[in-house]
């Protein structure tokens, strides 16, 4: 998937998808030098942001990990990264169907908390997946990606009665969410 | 654009109507003061706290929890108040939480606009021992009003805060504060048990089951664990989910990769596949679980969680269009071009027309989730164990004296505004971890036809009645004990089943002696039974020692008790859970007021039912307000002398 291509999430067997998961994961990166066994810590978080009428009303993300209504829960948040073994560090598993109907976008991102750029992390990577049959929608590699802390990942919004998702995968600069909203408006 | 402020930051506000958020990691109680030109609280009602929620142009809270909203209109703010300082203080009153703020992580607090656009936002550093801060404050400055960062802390808690902002009468509102939100504890019901991380039961139900194993034959997380009861603990704390994938820092296991535990769970009833696009058939017992039973308690846990969340995203999508069409209908009269024409009235319309999809939408998501979640109920109800299941269940009328204690007991229904002939069991685990307290008193939610107090008061005992003949009826013979204090006899009537029925230890105690010597009797049991415990030797009780759980009923409170029998009450509800002895008071908060305040840690330590419905329970995760109906048997039902006589038959046969 490329940057600004949209999928639709209708199956092709014509049921449409009903949960989406964005994972998370990446590895410390190792430091060269006399201590070389000592990683520095790097925590990075995902974070998804409900809006209705391009307003913001809801936010999943380690500090808050279901959203009001239960259809968006973020699976807890992971400090230093996992072992790098293709699994996901942290998750947010999204069900479509139970979506509050007002809530027409769902934006992904990520940041690195800890501050370190997405050049020093390694093996990091950001995913969609069908979570009813593990299928991958999408995936993005993160690391040496550029001196960015942190990426607006994706959408998914409401069309027709499905949903579709767009891949954005603009970078951008930030702590936790709160400061990515610059940029998370324009490409709503 | 969010300004992240630091500690003595300021920033404008342009707004008037601001909601603050405040995200802590463990309940914090909100409160807010207002100052007048001195940064001077000048009494008690420039305070708003979960006592007294509302002032002009202020609301907070009326409990502790992890995250709040606070409303505030600073149009609406009197003329004489030039500052509003918005206060976090750890509540005091369980003893249970962190006591100070360096243990719990630092508490989050952002000034949003009504649409939730954050215009600035601090994070409360650096506290170590402080119980209680002020966060931040809003004041007026040259006629504007702006925002700063304060985080000032204060070791002494509540009361030295107060102190501080000028209140004479700091320490007995700082008291009053406490006892305000201990109350609002005493009428949440109680979290449930943790969920699993793949606890969503609608894709488990069409996708493989989870098992309580993971991949490599380990435990899950989460599932580890399953008769751990949970206390108060806010679900959106970290410590509830659990990352999915595994972690290089997870437990070491030790299990033999080739071996499963003894008594592998039975399999769980699997839920037919259902036809694409239609939902999945509901199956009773569709839950992770050791046991029948465990599995049916997290069921209806589930569905209770189900219900309250379908709600709240009702909810909040009306709330989201009704502002979206004030919002519209404001432009709509304030565009000049609309003013002459049809233009201004065809606006209004599609506005409306607007907020009326939206809504429309928004009922028929929660219609088809009631829908779904009724007809899970109309197959769970009929599968359920005496324990849980109402009076009118076909399954008393087999009933039979069970071997083992059941998890939980169902103590009621719970229902929303929304959600129609729907009920939710409200289940409490067992042993009681509370006492109860039934009211009896009149609260103004009731209507002319218990204007009677004396009619309500019957109720009341009669609600006690069939919630001790259940608690009987469901632990093995021999294994429960109902002693019943009834000091003025007023309770005889509605006592009838128990006492004709043999089931009670001895006849209900009257009188100022017959007070004495239940309490007597009961205070000195526990002292024995702690005394064993702490002395780790529970082996050298007495012979002869009944070490049934024990339930104490008593009606008519304070009637028949004097200083010393209050004394010994209280000391049974603080002390007495834990080495089973458990209090039902069926009592009227005001007939007792005369005690004082003496009495309120008495009453914020039970839970409160009501005999009649009413809507004072709160849910773990969103926090709606449930009506509790009590589980009564159905008039004319005969269903509760037969399950007694039975009862009554196991006790003569075992002892």
New interface residues.
Partial sequence: MTKGQAISLQKN???SL??VRMGL?WQAAPRRGLFGSRTREIDLDASAVLF??K????VVF?????S????V??????L?G??GQG?????I?V?L??????IDQIVFTVNSFTGQTFQEVQNAFCRLVD??NGQELARYTLAGGGAYTAQIMAKVHRSGAGWTMTAIGTPANGRTF??L??TILPVL | MTAELVRGQNHPLSQARLEIRVSAGTPVVASATLGDENGKARSTEWVAHPGAPTLPGLEVSRQAAADHRLAVDLDAVPETVHRVSVLLALPTADGAGPARFGAVAAPFVAVTGLDGTEVATYTITGLDAESAVVALELYRRQGAWKVRAVGQGYAGGLAELLTDQGLPEAHHLAGHIDEAVARSLARSVPAPPQRTADGDRTRQAAGPHASPYGPQGTPAPGAAQPTVPQGLTPPDSPALTQPSAPSASGPIDYSHPGRRPAAPPPPVPTAPPAAPGQPTQPVAGDATGWSMDERLYNQIWGMFEDLARTTAAYRSAVDFADSRMEKELDQALSDPRHRIGGQGDAAREAAQAKHAHLVDQARAALDRDLAQLAAEADVVEPALPPAYARWDNPVWHGYRVPMEIPMAVRVGDLHLPESGLLRIPMLVRLPLERGLWIDSGRSELFDDSFADATGLGNLAMETAVALAARLLAIHPAGEFTVHIVDPAGSGAPALAPLVRTGVLAAPPAQGAAGVADVLGRLTERVDLVQMAVRGGAPDSLPPGFDTAQQLLIVNDFPHGFDDRAVNQLRYLADEGPAVGVHLMMVADREEASAYGPLLDPLWRSLLRLTPVPDDHLADPWVGHAWTYEPALVPPGSQVLQQVLTLVAAARTKYT
């Fill in positions: 067997d014509g049921g009903t949960a994961g209705a009428d307003q913001p009303v809801d380690f500090r808050h990990l279901v009001d209504d239960g259809s829960r973020h699976t807890g948040d992971n230093v996992g072992v699994g996901d560090d942290e998750a598993l069900d169907a139970r979506v509050p109907v007002h979570e009813t709160q400061d909203m610059p």
